[in-house]
């Protein structure tokens, strides 16, 4: 069983960078699909990045491609989500999720995080 452990999240302005980090403990995050989604108030939870096998497998969704970056550190047991040019729209929960499927799909992701709150405002 793996648990993760968001952290990294806060008030930026729009424009601004933030870093999420994922922690894994339990087991080695080696094999799995590891993924961000986001969660806005009285929104449905949306697919954000995802990686697998150290970039053999990598995915962004639309709205933050080109600003967002996911990389993994399996050495430490951790995943990063580097996001830059953030937009209000960006703020939301950000969860951390591991699986075994490469998919967008939240269901497909036997595992996450608690989530950390990201709120862009100027």
């Known amino acids: 069983q793996v648990e993760l452990v968001e952290s990294g999240g806060g008030l930026v302005q729009p424009g601004g960078s933030l870093r999420l980090s994922c922690t894994a403990s339990?087991?080695?995050?080696?094999?799995?699909?590891m993924a961000w989604f986001r969660q806005a108030p009285g929104k449905e939870r949306e697919f954000v990045a995802a990686e697998w096998e150290q970039k053999s497998w990598i995915y962004y969704s639309d709205t933050v491609k080109g600003r967002f970056t996911i990389s993994r550190d399996n050495s430490n047991n951790s995943v990063v989500l580097q996001m830059n040019n953030l937009y209000k729209e960006d703020t939301a929960v950000y969860y951390c999720?591991?699986?075994?499927?490469?998919?967008?799909?939240?269901?497909?992701?036997?595992?996450w995080g608690q989530g950390t709150q990201v709120t862009v405002s100027s």
């Open positions: 999720a591991a699986g075994f499927a490469t998919s967008r799909v939240a269901s497909l992701y036997s595992h």
């Open positions: 339990g087991r080695s995050i080696a094999g799995y699909v």
